[in-house]
């Protein structure tokens, strides 16, 4: 009778006053690994796949066999095993404000000059080096300027892969998520030799980056990554190009790969813990105390301080309340009164469905693997787009039960992503898989394409409310 009201969760240790205070931790125990689970106790996550019934098929370079990238993106997917004492998405994403600064990444840094007077303002890119000595106290840490020769000479014809890399909310290329991603990549082999390029765009005011225009960024700021591909690919022509994005960096890659479509540079990519559906993931961060004053809070913050950084520039827009912006607290008042008077949003949650990448991921037509642990306190299990995975072949999603928000810690500090995901993905997509220029599901040609049948409806997966040229 008592194990079964143990398992049934109506247990109470003051109704059996026979037990003993051992007996009563024992059963408290029993009662919290059996809620719990005892995967979940000893860190072991479950791992399921979202994809379409057809995944298109991957050229081997050795053997000339094909895979799947349903079939690839799941061999490259160990168990997931993490801390057991982190055992639930809180813990997991609250122990990222620990620092364990052991992965040093360096960079040096360029200013680029949006050429689209749309965009006007310039932009950040940190590229990935090899370590010096030298350091500039208005910058992140191991990050310095190129010097202008440094730059001048940085083109090459040498045909290593590059990742173009897009950072979470208010981050940079500092971000220890980020250069856990990273360190595995630039890694030099047994030789000395590097394998990969890699290069960080910051968000505009990131990164102890100046602004010179009113605008900041927001969730689809895509025009600075274009603007990067296509000078990577004139000053690296022989360079496949892939990218990675974080959280909201997330949602711009995806955005990005829609808008491209078919014509995109890039060779794969891969996004995780994208909050996919702004508009749900900010309804659900709502509504928990967790939610709204610790996380939204917390972001808010963050946002609010990077406001004051440029304060000087971004009040110069008329439609800026500078005094009650320095009064808000959370992320979505941020958004109400920044980023919708900025872009002519007329509400927070009209920017969040025009902003959303969940219909992007209908146009992209490059390889593309996300990872998202369903117990994400941020990016909601809510707003994934399973149905949407189903119904693009180019796409593979890969949930976790355990996870949180950019974390998947293992015990000892590392992250399960970059030891295993991030290192195995790219490294098999840039040296053992050849991605032609149209590829097929299956044998058959991509069944996604417009057929040009005029009494057909269409849906067009980018049209969006607010007007953002693509220039030509």
């Known amino acids: 009778m008592v194990w079964q009201r143990i398992i049934a969760g109506s247990f109470k240790a003051r109704d059996h006053p026979g037990l003993g205070l051992a007996g009563a931790v024992l059963v408290v125990l029993v009662s919290f690994t059996i809620r719990m689970g005892m995967g979940r106790l000893f860190g072991h996550a479950r791992t399921a796949y979202h994809h379409s019934p057809r995944t298109i098929s991957l050229q081997r370079r050795e053997g000339g066999r094909t895979i799947s990238l349903l079939d690839l993106c799941k061999s490259i997917t160990p168990p997931c095993r993490l801390n057991p004492f982190l055992f639930n998405g809180h813990?997991?994403?609250?122990?990222?404000?620990?620092?364990?600064?052991?992965?040093?990444?360096?960079?040096?840094?360029?200013?680029?000059?949006?050429?689209?007077?749309?965009?006007?303002?310039?932009?950040?890119?940190?590229?990935?080096?090899?370590?010096?000595?030298?350091?500039?106290?208005?910058?992140?840490?191991?990050?310095?300027?190129?010097?202008?020769?440094?730059?001048?000479?940085?083109?090459?014809?040498?045909?290593?892969?590059?990742?173009?890399?897009?950072?979470?909310?208010?981050?940079?290329?500092?971000?220890?998520?980020?250069?856990?991603?990273?360190?595995?990549?630039?890694?030099?082999?047994?030789?000395?030799?590097?394998?990969?390029?890699?290069?960080?765009?910051?968000?505009?005011?990131?990164?102890?980056?100046?602004?010179?225009?009113?605008?900041?960024?927001?969730?689809?700021?895509?025009?600075?990554?274009?603007?990067?591909?296509?000078?990577?690919?004139?000053?690296?022509?022989?360079?496949?190009?892939?990218?990675?994005?974080?959280?909201?960096?997330?949602?711009?890659?995806?955005?990005?790969?829609?808008?491209?479509?078919?014509?995109?540079?890039?060779?794969?990519?891969?996004?995780?813990?994208?909050?996919?559906?702004?508009?749900?993931?900010?309804?659900?961060?709502?509504?928990?105390?967790?939610?709204?004053?610790?996380?939204?809070?917390?972001?808010?913050?963050?946002?609010?301080?990077?406001?004051?950084?440029?304060?000087?520039?971004?009040?110069?827009?008329?439609?800026?309340?500078?005094?009650?912006?320095?009064?808000?607290?959370?992320?979505?008042?941020?958004?109400?009164?920044?980023?919708?008077?900025?872009?002519?949003?007329?509400?927070?949650?009209?920017?969040?469905r025009d902003a959303s990448s969940s219909d992007s991921l209908l146009a992209i037509r490059i390889p593309f693997f996300a990872l998202h642990a369903r117990d994400d306190p941020i990016a909601a299990d809510e707003a994934l787009p399973r149905n949407e995975m189903e119904q693009n072949p180019y796409a593979v999603l890969c949930t976790t039960s355990l996870g949180g928000h950019l974390s998947w810690f293992e015990l000892g500090g590392g992250r399960w992503f970059a030891r295993v995901q991030t290192e195995a993905f790219f490294n098999k997509m840039a040296f053992e898989i050849d991605v032609p220029e149209q590829l097929e599901v299956d044998g058959v040609l991509d069944s996604l394409k417009n057929t040009g049948d005029p009494g057909r409806p269409r849906f067009e997966p980018m049209r969006r409310k607010l007007h953002v040229a693509v220039d030509a």
């Open 91 to 352: 813990l997991q994403t609250l122990w990222t404000v620990v620092k364990n600064d052991t992965v040093p990444i360096y960079y040096k840094r360029h200013i680029f000059e949006h050429q689209d007077p749309t965009y006007a303002g310039m932009f950040t890119v940190d590229f990935a080096v090899q370590p010096y000595e030298a350091s500039d106290p208005a910058l992140p840490p191991r990050t310095t300027y190129f010097t202008s020769s440094e730059f001048s000479s940085i083109g090459s014809q040498d045909s290593k892969p590059m990742l173009v890399v897009l950072h979470g909310l208010s981050g940079g290329s500092y971000e220890l998520y980020l250069r856990h991603a990273l360190a595995p990549l630039l890694i030099p082999d047994q030789n000395g030799t590097v394998r990969w390029e890699a290069c960080v765009i910051n968000s505009r005011g990131c990164a102890m980056s100046k602004i010179t225009s009113s605008v900041l960024y927001n969730a689809r700021a895509t025009w600075d990554m274009r603007q990067t591909v296509r000078w990577l690919r004139t000053t690296f022509p022989n360079r496949p190009l892939f990218a990675i994005g974080f959280s909201l960096g997330a949602n711009i890659l995806t955005n990005y790969l829609g808008e491209e479509g078919a014509g995109c540079e890039l060779k794969a990519a891969m996004v995780l813990s994208n909050p996919w559906n702004l508009d749900v993931s900010s309804v659900v961060l709502q509504s928990t105390f967790l939610g709204l004053h610790v996380y939204s809070r917390t972001m808010g913050t963050n946002m609010r301080r990077l406001f004051e950084t440029h304060v000087d520039q971004i009040s110069k827009n008329p439609r800026i309340d500078v005094e009650k912006i320095r009064r808000l607290r959370y992320l979505h008042e941020f958004d109400r009164d920044v980023q919708g008077p900025t872009w002519g949003y007329p509400t927070e949650g009209a920017y969040y």
